[in-house]
Structures are given as structure tokens and as C-alpha cells.
């Protein structure tokens, strides 16, 4: 799968991003997430690392909140504001008000990571790791060996894994 792509997102920063602002890099890291789901929230360290680690090293990190909010109104855009100020996001959250890009992704759950090379070829669909409650018992780190492969000019081990979390609030 060729990435989707999107395009003029709103992002908590107060800019609007598109696929091609990140086309100077190796790879990216797509995350579907929100504001209000435990499973999102366990990661969100995580996520921050991730880009602290990779950004430098040519792969970035992108969230995307796709969540309806007449029924979530903690995943609005100005909570989303809130929240990555809060929590000092170091990378992009941006906001799917009409879910196209959650659909173009074929995004059931949040966090639900999708990882594509420099080609913006899909090579890792799934969750970050195999522990979301506790980051010391983690044993596999899905996201970042798929990262480290695609640094390497590797093949990915392991492509796909099942994400745990909430599921995308559809309209």
C-alpha cells in the first residue's frame, strides 16, 4: 500500500499540514489517536520519545485525532490544542474533522501506527510495542524495529500486528 496521504490538516500548532511537508524524510509514522482513550494515553511517552529518537534520524512521527465529537467533545480540536500543550508534543497532531483520512487509511483503532519508507510504501501496520500498561515489561518494539529495518534498507520482520486500543468514533 502507497500511502494515502492527506492534505491541509489543522494541527495543534496553528499550521495545516499535507503529506508533501514531510517529503524530505526517510519514512514517517502515521499515528491515529485522541484525546480521551487510556490506550492513547499510555503511549503518548512513547510517542514523544519516538520522535525525539527518529525525527533526527529522518522519520517522523504524524497524529491524527479522526474522532467524531458531538459524542467525544474531549477529542475537539481546542482540546487537542489543550492536550499537546499539556503533555508537550513534539510532533504534529493534526485533525480529521470529515475522517477521510482515517478512511483512506483503512484506521479501525486508535493508537493504530502506520509506517512507510522514503517511497511512502506501507511497511509496518499495528500497535507500538506488546506492553501498552507498563513501557519497562515491553519485550518487542514493533514500531521501532520496523523503523530501524527501513533505516537499514532491511525488510520489516514483522509487518503487521493487531491494534489494541479504543476504535475510531465514526460519525
Avoid at 101 to 127: I, N, V
Avoid at 136 to 151: E, F, H, K, P
Wanted: glycine share 6%; proline share 5%; charged share 30%.
Amino acid at each position: 500500500m502507497t500511502s494515502p496521504g492527506f492534505t491541509d490538516l489543522p494541527a495543534t500548532d496553528g499550521r495545516k499540514y499535507s503529506l508533501k511537508d514531510f517529503a524530505d524524510t526517510k519514512g514517517f509514522a502515521i499515528v491515529f489517536s485522541c484525546n480521551h482513550c487510556p490506550y492513547v494515553q499510555a503511549y503518548e511517552d512513547r510517542m514523544i520519545a519516538f520522535q525525539r529518537e527518529y525525527a533526527p534520524k529522518g522519520i517522523r512521527l504524524i497524529a491524527i485525532n479522526s474522532n467524531e465529537t458531538d459524542n467525544h467533545p474531549e477529542d475537539s480540536f481546542e482540546e487537542m490544542v489543550r492536550r499537546a500543550q499539556q503533555r508537550g508534543f513534539n510532533f504534529p497532531y493534526l485533525r480529521d474533522e470529515d475522517q477521510s483520512t482515517a478512511k483512506a487509511f483503512g484506521a479501525t483503532h486508535t493508537p493504530e501506527f502506520f509506517l512507510f519508507d522514503g517511497q511512502r510504501e506501507l511497511r509496518y501496520r499495528g500497535k507500538m510495542d506488546d506492553n501498552h500498561k507498563d513501557p519497562s515489561a515491553v519485550n518487542v518494539n514493533y514500531l521501532r524495529d520496523a523503523a530501524d529495518a527501513i533505516l537499514a534498507n532491511k525488510d520489516v520482520k514483522v509487518s503487521e500486528t493487531y491494534s489494541i486500543g479504543c476504535t475510531i468514533k465514526w460519525k
